[in-house]
């Protein structure tokens, strides 16, 4: 088994790129996943959050209004950071979890760390480290359109994450992606077999 990490920051198009590894036969572990099922109600992190934050982020079922936890954290850096204590570790938790149940099953292929956010636990996690990048312009653009987001609320998203420069400080690899989807399926591709 190897066990690639996959970082970039909003609209750099990861998740893209996530799906492109998948259809190669990739097993992809996405940390966005792994934590909208931990913020689901019965969840120690629902518990947590809900204490943190109050309920005015539930909705009428009792379950995490994910677009009124994001318009509070993203507005206010100290509450992003208790909402990533809160669940960083968890998601990590839940990653070792299934990487082990790989390992028990003897699986040999790639594994991806689909991760926004790296960490001390990511990298070592990880044997190496891909980071996907595009320019800002394209970026924020991106993050509108697939949100239906302002422009603001874009920008303020992508300053909550770290710098550019700091996803490309970790890269293996670089993975530039300001073409086509098909384009950006070639450069994985050959990145791949390499």
């Known amino acids: 088994m190897r066990i690639i990490g996959l970082t970039g920051g909003i609209g750099a198009g ?10 190669l036969g990739a097993y992809v572990i996405d940390a966005d996943e792994i934590a909208k099922e931990l913020l689901k109600n019965g969840n120690r992190v629902y518990n947590e959050i809900v204490d943190f934050f109050g309920a005015d982020i539930l909705d009428e079922d009792r379950e995490i209004d994910r677009n ?28 070792e979890e299934i990487i082990d149940s790989l390992k028990q099953k003897e699986y040999k292929g790639i594994v991806i760390l689909d991760v926004p956010i790296p960490n001390e636990e990511f990298k070592k ?45 970790l890269a293996n ?22």
């Open 68 to 95: 009124r936890l994001a318009s509070i954290v993203f507005n206010d850096r100290s509450k992003l950071g208790v909402l990533n204590l809160i669940t960083h570790e968890q998601v990590y938790i839940k990653m």
């Open 125 to 169: 996690m990880t044997e190496e480290i891909w980071v996907v990048d595009s320019d800002d312009e394209t970026r924020i653009s991106r993050v509108v359109n697939r949100m239906g987001i302002t422009k603001e609320e874009a920008i303020k998203r992508m300053k909550a994450q770290p710098r550019r420069e700091d996803y490309l400080r």
């Open 173 to 194: 690899k670089v993975i530039v992606n300001r073409g086509t989807e098909e384009e950006l399926r070639i450069k994985v591709s050959s990145f791949l077999e390499e």
């Open 14 to 23: 990861k998740s893209t790129v996530a799906e492109i590894f998948k259809s």
